[in-house]
């Protein structure tokens, strides 16, 4: 591989270089990746010393560039045919380093530098719990996130962890998620459950399970064996139906029949909330919390809030709960939504923290939710203001809460997910000077991206607001997102130019780094392509059915065969151009001229282009000598256009 992600400067001479097998001072999961590389007598013994001014002194000699002091972030890799040298001082940098060594033997090493160093403190993704049976996935998606220099993974707590001061909540959780998961859709439909508007149901953590804090600890001490940082994130003001499920008393809205806000005067809330902190502290070990307070929407409902400032509530309750963790020495972040206010300049929608009017409809729909039929309401969120409001609409006005932003304590971290090129949008936790990154972070939409780092942006958290497995990570666009903001982190010379290069390179890597044991064993890679109009798969209950267009059958030598299934989104893609990101600075995300379907199969299969078109190349490992090779659609509308079938089989 003659780049990889990680990489800042690199450079290569023409002397071949082999390793010997034998590693000095390298951590177990280092020395676990380093064993993929084949050895050969006479190679290359590869050492671990610390980072050291003769490491800063050949980076400036190779590469004219200063490596800052200020960090112990990142590596430099001098490799020699006598000897590879790799400084590092941390964990991460070390297994990271390791990963680097293997990609670029990938197509044979030759002697050279590369230095790896990110720009950016902050680089991880938020997950849900996944379910157990997805273990092996997460571990592999942290072992992946490792390779790419990636330093954190926050992960949803809620109450689909054991809980040993609070089983109560567990068992709610349990009969909530299961009532919610077993219709599909209808943890969408949920969002209608209430006269006032619901944030997002967060039924997908853990699958709707109780995962025992070994389990949950077992998932923890992995990552941490790899050098990433884990963070609890733990809701409790807003996304709180496994607190008010337990304790309807503490919701804002008594008339609520499936509250999902708490209020923020009711004193009895907050034992509760630092119990759920000691509890993913002690499993985590958790130097920071992440504590959620996003979609804040129901508020100044109850007698004690009605009349008072919705800034100063939000930021009463974000400091109490701050202040719990303060005392314990662990830091603090919260998503930044209930902040700011972004007005839309085309739309005029306002989002965030703004005045927005809005209302609700009792219909005479019921949705049964824990055996009990609920009423549902028609939301209408964009009113017309120049028209008068229906007789019947229950006013859900969200007042404007931007005072908040000048109460919340200054050392709380911002995950803040306004981020469009406009400054007036992109720049308002940098010009207070607050510690923000940009969280549910879409690398590929982000245009001029050092004028960012210049104006103070810490980094970025991906989010994968969706079940926690491979396909649906896939599809969600968090493990492109994840490839591609390796790239942001650490090429020092990222411009928003050569964007089609960018994403070639980016499959490349995340399909080596996902398929390696499939590519290097006997097996059959098809190039193909496919037309029509693909599925917006975000609902993940629906998409494995939809998605499928159709199988290949393996016939082997033997006389078995075996089929495997062709989704979009996942091994294969849309015979579109690839496209490059305009920037849309009048709204809250930049979001056209991009094809999510083409770059979505990124990890799964790598893309290339043929006639102008992008064409998805995917291996199937084979378990004997193969035959032959067919292909049969299911959906007769869309076309699976095969470009190549190479038979690496015997
Ligand atoms: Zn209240």
């Known amino acids: 591989m003659k780049r990889f992600l990680t990489d800042s400067y690199v450079k290569w001479e023409k002397t071949p270089v082999a390793l010997s097998g034998v590693f000095e001072n390298a951590p177990a999961h280092a020395a676990r990746v380093l064993r993929e590389i084949q050895p050969k007598a006479g190679g290359a013994k590869v050492r671990f010393l610390p980072m050291c001014e003769a490491a800063r002194a050949l980076v400036t000699e190779t590469f004219g560039a200063v490596l800052s002091e200020g960090t112990d972030e990142g590596f430099v890799l001098d490799i020699k045919r006598e000897e590879i040298t790799v400084y590092a001082d941390t964990l991460l940098f070390k297994n990271s380093a390791a990963y680097s060594l293997l990609a670029h033997s990938a197509e044979g090493l030759t002697e050279g530098v590369v230095c790896s160093y990110p720009c950016v403190e902050h680089r991880s993704i938020r997950f849900y719990l996944p379910a157990r049976e997805e273990f092996p996935f997460f571990k592999r998606f942290m072992e992946l996130l490792c390779a790419l220099g990636y330093n954190a993974v926050v992960l949803e707590i809620g109450a689909a962890m054991e809980l040993r001061r609070h089983p109560e909540m567990n068992e709610y959780w349990l009969r909530y998620s299961a009532s919610m998961n077993a219709v599909r859709n209808k943890r969408y439909l949920a969002s209608e459950l209430n006269p006032g508007m619901r944030n997002s149901t967060h039924t997908f953590n853990a699958r709707g399970e109780v995962l025992s804090r070994e389990e949950v600890r077992e998932l923890v001490d992995y990552g941490r064996s790899l050098g990433l940082e884990m963070i609890p994130e733990i809701p409790s003001l807003s996304h709180s139906e496994h607190i008010l499920g337990c304790y309807p008393s503490l919701a804002e809205n008594k008339a609520d029949d499936a509250p999902t806000c708490a209020c923020p005067l009711n004193e009895d809330l907050y034992p509760i909330v630092f119990d759920l902190y000691d509890e993913a502290i002690e499993v985590f070990d958790a130097k920071t919390v992440h504590m959620a307070h996003d979609e804040w929407w129901v508020y100044c409902v109850c007698d004690k809030c009605k009349d008072k400032d919705p800034g100063e509530l939000f930021a009463y309750n974000v400091n109490k709960c701050y202040d719990y963790l303060k005392k314990k020495g662990v830091k603090g972040v919260i998503w930044g939504d209930s902040l700011v206010g972004i007005r839309d300049r085309v739309t005029g929608e306002v989002h965030g923290a703004y005045h927005k009017p809005a209302y609700t409809q009792k219909t005479d729909k019921y949705m049964d939710l824990m055996g009990k039929m609920l009423p549902m309401y028609k939301k209408e969120w964009t009113p017309d203001m120049s028209k008068p409001w229906p007789a019947d609409a229950i006013d859900s006005t969200m007042k404007d809460r931007t005072r908040s932003f000048s109460l919340v304590d200054p050392e709380i971290r911002i995950f803040n997910w306004y981020y469009a090129g406009n400054p007036e949008i992109r720049d308002p936790f940098l010009a207070g000077g607050r510690y923000a990154v940009y969280g549910n972070y879409q690398p590929m ?131 579109g151009v690839l496209g490059i990101p305009e920037e849309d600075a009048h709204s809250f995300n930049t979001s056209k001229g991009l094809s999510k379907h083409i770059y979505r199969t990124m990890g799964a299969a790598r893309l290339g282009e043929m006639d102008g078109a992008c064409v998805y190349t995917f291996a199937i490992p084979a378990k004997g000598p193969v035959r032959k090779v067919y292909y049969e659609p299911i959906r007769n509308a869309y076309s699976v256009e095969i470009k190549e079938i190479k038979n690496l089989s015997k």
């Open 445 to 575: 939409r982000t245009l001029r991206w050092k004028e960012r780092v210049q104006a103070g942006i810490r980094g970025f958290s991906v989010s994968n607001w969706i079940d926690s497995t491979e396909v649906e990570t896939m599809r969600w666009g968090a493990t492109s997102a994840v490839g591609f903001a390796a790239i942001q982190a650490f090429d020092p010379a990222y411009t928003d130019e050569g964007f089609r290069e960018k994403v070639l390179l980016c499959s490349e890597c995340l399909y080596f780094l996902n398929r390696r044991q499939i590519l290097s064993s006997p097996r059959v890679e098809i190039t193909h392509t496919f037309t029509g109009k693909p599925f917006d798969n975000e609902d993940a209950e629906a998409a494995g059915e939809r998605t499928l267009l159709g199988y290949y059958t393996l016939v082997y030598e033997n006389g078995e065969s075996e089929k495997v299934e062709v989704h979009t989104d996942y091994n294969i893609g849309v015979n």
